[in-house]
């Protein structure tokens, strides 16, 4: 993977995390779904690093 594609998947990381911990503070979501949700966005950025 070039850098600038990382740069970019780890970008889209962040921003899907940050509405995570947002939508929990917020109230929207309880702690097994924002825990979910933060597993699937990790495992997503993996992904894209390892190249899948």
Avoid: I
């Avoid at 070039?2 to 995570?20: G, I, M, S, Y």
């Avoid at 097994?32 to 690093?49: C, I, K, P």
């Amino acid at each position: 993977m070039a850098p600038n594609d990382l740069d970019a998947e780890v970008a889209t990381f962040l921003d899907a995390a940050e509405r995570v911990y947002d939508e929990y503070d917020d109230g929207y979501v309880d702690a097994d779904s924002a825990l979910s949700q933060l597993g699937d966005h990790v495992a997503t950025l993996r992904d894209a690093y390892e190249g899948e």
